[in-house]
């Protein structure tokens, strides 16, 4: 089937490229300009001095992007592992980023802001626009964002007025339909109302049981609401809820000698549960000096975690984690609206944090089991500030200056209690506060040429709060401290051949000391965040964006990161000069989409998108005695279009890559979840307007 998918694929390119070569070759085409989606700044991204990458509704869809982790694959430098479940769903750039606890890359959707990597990971249905800031975005953006930020807007009824029903099928049992409506009340008001549900069969047999590891189910359903209720004043209200539910933690054991990766054995069924709502109001408020924005979020996630923590078929280890999490947030930003030379944002947020969590660790073999309640509610209130001084000694240089102040309180009441079938003791309890407060500056400078070509520079301070571990063993880890970044960077944007081409350069160099590294629990089972001394990470990054003719575009994007240890011990052992885990050396896609209309004929379009998307060597603990080496994939989707309906065709992994997506020890033993393995699929979608 692979094979037979890919030489359908290259013979329908190259006689389509034939074809029609001779009528659009003189047909020149322009890249669409980036629409302004963001309140905080008045100009596209590719005027800001910022290293950024923006994808558009349609990339999302010919390049078949249906989770935030596909996102990935089309940013340099950024990285989201897919192993576990979605409670594990770390997110790094340019080598920043946190396994466990809070996340060091902030996420919005539609203004609303995700606190927790537990609700990253989620199917991405009705999305108009996607953009992704590397680097420290404190001065504009929310807590935590030391690394950097991934924005996601959904489509405005506003915008588009249509109904979109779609349905798809694959190998592995992957089944997946959409409905979504998009209408208008009147002249000045719109509503969406959007669901989708998805199913997978799973990828990796569990030997033991003799079925799927990582069956899934999920769903998810979104009402949104934009109302203008005056010229200048603009209501949006938007509410979603998400359910998942998969099973989990496909692990296998690794060959000491071969280092080949055996079948999933174990046990117990480990899975993972995880229920969000997510509501946000947004009022926009425009005069001809300024605009005042307010944002109001509410969030709230439970899930339940089951996992076989020996990953063996002896009855031994099983831990159940339940939590919950309520998190409230105010945004208030006034920026001015003239057309002087001196541009200004001033900005508020405050947050109120509550997680309950509960950690059970049965201990089969010896009837009984531990039980750890956590009770940490955490605040915290922020101020920042961004300058533009435009026109700045000469013509169309101009200056950012930036700054933030974060602080927050944070307790934790916990409780430890043995449990047996006749009795329920106590064994430990404490109640602690931790208070934290940072000031974050920032500075850019940046010339535009007569010609549009711009050259920046900047430095900023990153900052992540510190926090208290979920899982320990000693007292004097039951927390960790906060971590701290300097960033330098210098790039270039560039467009040539009256803007066929772009091309965006970036170099980057990292000073980060206190950095939160997780490391295992003494005894295995578990893991906790302990602070290293001293890293740097330093890299480039490369995009290119090309129109060769009207319908056809190429794309590349590089990234390149060497992030490594200056100074790390832990205990007796010394990782001082050895690279971080979990970050690729360096990611690239490189690929294409070929639109063509054919006008007057049985099918009015054909649409062809290809990609490659690599990742480089990957060390997998801090010893960097195991890596992944460098691997690739090849993804590709044909579709045809008649009327309102589209019939499309998509594989992934099509050259059926053989890759390790996670490595790990416990118990003396070494583990390993494999890559998906060659998926294809068919889909079908009405659009009608």
């Not at 927790?116 to 504009?140: C, H, M, W």
């Amino acid at each position: 089937m692979r094979i037979i998918f890919l030489g359908f694929f290259a013979l329908l390119c190259a006689n389509l490229f034939a074809n029609e070569l001779d009528t659009l070759k003189n047909s020149p085409v322009l890249l669409d300009e980036v629409v302004i989606r963001s309140f905080k700044y008045d100009a596209g991204l590719r005027t800001l001095p910022v290293s950024a990458s923006a994808i558009d509704r349609l990339t999302i869809e010919n390049q078949h992007i249906t989770g935030v982790k596909d996102i990935g694959l089309f940013v340099p430098n950024l990285f989201m592992p897919d192993y576990g479940s979605k409670l594990t769903s770390p997110v790094y750039i340019r080598g920043i980023g946190s396994k466990i606890n809070s996340p060091s890359v902030g996420l919005y959707v539609d203004g609303i802001p995700y606190f927790e990597k537990s609700a990253f990971d989620f199917d991405l249905n009705e999305i108009d626009y996607i953009e992704v800031l590397r680097g420290p975005q404190g001065t504009l953006f929310g807590r935590n964002t030391m690394g950097g930020l991934i924005n996601i807007y959904t489509k405005s009824p506003l915008i588009y007025q249509e109904t979109l029903l779609s349905a798809s099928l694959g190998n592995y049992a992957n089944r997946n339909a959409t409905v979504a409506h998009y209408g208008k009340l009147n002249a000045v008001s719109g509503y969406a109302v959007a669901g989708n549900y998805n199913h997978s069969g799973g990828y990796f047999t569990n030997r033991y049981s003799g079925r799927t590891a990582d069956e899934s189910d999920s769903g998810s359903g979104r009402v949104r609401l934009d109302w203008r209720l005056k010229d200048n004043l603009i209501l949006k209200l938007m509410s979603t809820l998400d359910y998942s539910d998969q099973g989990g933690y496909p692990y296998a054991l690794v060959d000491p000698v071969t280092k080949q990766t055996g079948d999933v054995d174990y046990d117990d069924f480990s899975s993972y549960k995880r229920t969000i709502s997510s509501t946000g109001a947004t009022l926009t408020y425009v005069t001809n000096h300024f605009s005042l924005n307010s944002q109001t979020a509410f969030q709230y996630l439970s899930d339940e975690q089951g996992i076989d923590q020996d990953f063996s078929p002896s009855p031994v280890y099983f831990a159940i984690q339940n939590q919950t999490q309520s998190t409230v947030s105010q945004e208030i930003n006034i920026k001015s609206t003239g057309k002087g030379r001196y541009k200004w944002l001033f900005g508020a947020f405050a947050f109120h944090q509550a997680i309950d969590n509960e950690v059970i660790l049965n201990y089969k073999t010896q009837n009984y089991s531990t039980q750890k309640l956590y009770d940490i509610p955490t605040s915290g209130i922020s101020f920042y500030h961004q300058s533009t001084l435009n026109d700045l000694f000469i013509e169309r240089l101009s200056l950012l200056l930036g700054i933030r102040y974060d602080y927050e309180k944070s307790s934790n009441d916990y409780l430890a209690y043995k449990n047996t079938a006749t009795q329920h003791d106590q064994t430990d309890e404490f109640f602690s506060k931790l208070k934290f407060g940072q000031l974050t500056p920032k500075i850019a400078l940046q010339y535009t040429f007569p010609d549009l070509h711009t050259l920046y520079a900047s430095v900023s301070k990153g900052y992540k709060t510190g926090g208290f571990n979920s899982s320990f063993e000693q007292d004097e880890d039951r927390s960790f401290d906060p971590e701290y970044s300097w960033n330098y960077e210098v790039g270039t944007k560039l467009q040539f051949f009256e803007n066929r081409l772009r091309a965006e350069i970036c170099l980057f160099y990292i000073d980060w000391k206190n950095q939160q590294i997780y490391q295992p629990l003494p005894s295995g089972r578990g893991q906790m965040l302990k602070n290293a001394g001293r890293s740097e990470s330093k890299g480039a990054e490369v995009s290119l964006q090309a129109g060769i003719f009207n319908g056809f575009t190429l794309f590349a994007n590089w990234g390149y990161t060497r992030a490594v240890f200056i100074e790390h011990k832990n205990d007796t052992l010394d990782y001082s000069g050895k690279f971080l885990p979990l970050v690729p050396s360096h990611t690239l896609v490189a690929g294409g989409d070929y639109q063509i209309p054919l006008t007057g004929k049985t099918i009015d379009r054909l649409s062809v998108n290809l990609n490659y998307t690599g990742a480089g060597r990957i060390h997998w603990n801090e010893d960097n005695a195991v890596s992944q080496d460098y691997y690739g994939q090849l993804n590709g989707k044909v579709s045809l279009t008649k009327g309102i309906a589209t019939l499309s065709v998509w594989g992934r992994n099509l050259t059926d890559t053989n890759f390790t997506t996670y490595y790990f020890k416990t118990g003396g033993k070494e583990y390993a979840q494999k890559g998906k393995p060659f998926t294809i699929g068919a889909s079908i979608s009405f659009c009608l307007k």
